[in-house]
């Protein structure tokens, strides 16, 4: 028996025969291109037939699976026309003098690793968006056939390098059992289409591809590979299987419950999207509300700043389709490691502590004004709430009030209906905004606490780089003494208070997060019944 870890991205256990699919991509030769305007010409086209395909992928996929699944086509035609990506490769066969298809690999691989570098987990995922079309042009430029998922009769334990979205959207999903791929990462389309369907997968194993057709376990929860396991050992996990299988079941009968503890004290618990499609899943784990809506994946993969309409359009959705449960929209947190080419940001040495989120707003109120007046508009159809990201001043609070009450105004005036008492809350994920959050509780609505920002900056240990895990503690009592003081803050003043960064869902916290009287927490929709079960489960009288 073999056995190998990886970083879990699904929990659960999956018992079946492995099958290896071997993607590495061929080697592209590097040659002298007497004629660079030919190149350039070879490019284009290919460029043009890539896009062709692609439509095509957006069309089936959006036949057979979902529109969200279907719009990773639509972004992959729009990242092979964005300037970046075309003057990359023209720069190589021009100043280089080399083949086309060396041009786009080169290309390719040097703006991958410009995403990779980035902090935030979205867009270093986007990384294996621009391997993939650069895969797909150099395909047409060679003449290559790119390689396709065997068909299989049974389910499988599915082992890969990695996989494009291209080569996901082949799959059957009645047909994969587990995934495990060598490199990814949380954010990545086989780990997101892992978690839609609610099965195990690991990214980051370094597993033997002479596995493939052997017997094998996947721990998720473990981030466990175990290949041609003992008898012992796979009765140990049939059993565990088993009664995953059982306890998966017992929480589907949680829909429809109370999150209420069984000495009677009661907590919210809402979903984090990022999007109109997510609501679905959120609805569907029975989610009590949207805590945190993170608009800025409306500014993502386009070519210009979303209009009013377009913003308006996305949030009426959601909050028409939330059926009068609270949504709460966060404003633009985007900026330094975010890249977004229309926004011409620069770069930055230190992009966490750098020009993001609410500083980008305050210093283009244009931007603020056109998003403010798009969700004044949808909180006609629903309960909606305003979130501003990134704050560390009062001062910045109380611009951004004036602001709001400046757009209720215009909006007044244009006789557009809108809900006159919205809330407006502040995210808690400075120690700044922690130090002053009695002055921050006598100028808003609600707090929520993003823990994820909150840890690392309270523990000056960047959450991205794998060399400072064990620094980055997310149980640390520095953090459990800010996220105490933020909450007496906010209930001195009677605000309330939520958690929507990645502890929330960590159902060891529950139990003090229910002892401070946190009065919601967020989490991703797959994990709202089992922090509800957490919650039922607890005694505060013990």
């Known amino acids: 028996m073999t056995k190998l870890q990886g970083t879990r991205v699904f929990g659960g256990y999956a018992i079946g025969t492995v099958s290896v699919f071997d993607n590495k ?7 002298h291109a007497a004629d660079p305007s030919q190149e350039e010409a070879r490019f284009r086209n290919a460029r043009e037939r890539a896009k062709e395909e692609l439509q095509a992928l957006y069309e089936k996929t959006s036949a057979s699976m979902d ?12 990242m092979l026309d964005d300037l970046d990506f075309e003057d990359a490769v023209m720069e190589g066969i021009r100043t280089e003098g080399i083949n086309a298809e060396y041009a786009v690999l080169q290309a390719g691989k040097n703006l991958s690793e410009v995403f990779a570098q980035m902090d935030d987990e979205y867009m270093r995922a986007r990384a294996a968006d621009l391997l993939d079309i650069s895969d797909r042009v150099i395909a047409i430029l060679t003449g290559r056939k790119r390689k396709e998922l065997a068909p299989t009769d049974e389910p499988v334990i599915l082992l890969a390098e990695d996989l494009s979205p291209s080569e996901t959207v082949q799959l059957d999903r009645s047909k994969i059992l587990a995934f495990v791929t060598r490199f990814g ?13 609610g099965i195990p997968a690991i990214i980051g194993l370094d597993y033997d591809a002479e596995a493939d057709g052997q017997t094998a376990i996947v721990d998720g929860y473990g981030g466990l590979l175990l290949t041609d396991p003992d008898e012992e050992t796979l009765a140990q996990y049939k059993e565990k299987k088993e009664k995953d299988d059982a306890a998966r079941a017992l929480l589907l009968e949680l829909k429809g419950k109370e999150n209420i503890t069984l000495d009677g004290r009661s907590i919210e618990i809402f979903a984090n999207i990022g999007g109109v499609s997510d609501v679905e899943d959120a609805l569907q784990n029975d989610a009590g509300g949207v805590g945190l809506f993170r608009s800025e994946f409306l500014y993502l993969g386009t070519e210009d700043y979303p209009d009013e309409e377009t913003q308006f359009q996305a949030y009426k959705t959601v909050a028409e389709k939330m059926a009068g449960k609270k949504v709460i929209i966060r404003t633009l947190d985007i900026g330094a490691d975010k890249r ?22 305050l210093d283009r109120p244009e ?10 508009r949808a909180s006609a159809f629903g309960n909606i709430a305003v979130m501003y990201p990134m704050i560390a001043s009062v001062w910045e609070i109380q611009r951004l009030k004036e602001v709001f009450e400046e757009v209720k105004g215009d909006l007044a005036d244009e006789h557009i209906a809108f809900d006159e008492n919205m809330e407006q809350g502040v995210m808690i994920e400075t120690p700044a905004a922690v130090l002053i959050s009695e002055e921050l509780a006598q100028e808003v609505d609600f707090f929520s606490i993003g823990t994820n920002d909150l840890t690392q900056y ?51 916290m529950t139990e003090f997060f229910l002892t401070l009287g ?25």
Do not use: W
């Not at 931007?367 to 004044?376: K, Y």
């Not at 009065?519 to 994990?527: G, H, K, N, Q, R």
């Open 367 to 376: 931007i603020l004004r056109t998003q403010l007046r798009a969700i004044l």
């Open 518 to 542: 946190v009065d919601e927490l967020s989490v991703t929709p797959s994990m709202v019944l089992t922090v509800r079960d957490a919650v039922r489960k607890t005694d505060l009288r013990a």
């Open 458 to 508: 309270v523990l000056a240990a960047d959450r991205q780089n794998p060399r400072l895990a064990r620094f980055s503690d997310a149980h640390h009592p520095a953090l459990l003494r800010a996220i105490r003081m933020t909450v007496e803050s906010a209930h001195r003043y009677g605000k309330t208070v939520g958690i929507c960064g990645e502890l929330a869902a960590d159902t060891l």
């Open 340 to 361: 977004v080419s229309y926004f011409d940001l620069p770069a930055e040495e230190n992009p966490a502590l750098g020009y993001r989120a609410i500083r980008i707003c």
């Open 185 to 197: 990462s949380v954010n990545s389309h086989t780990a997101i289409l892992a978690r839609s369907m």
């Open 25 to 31: 991509k061929e080697d592209v030769e590097r040659r």
């Open 67 to 78: 529109d969200e699944s279907a719009k990773i086509f639509e972004v992959h035609q729009m």
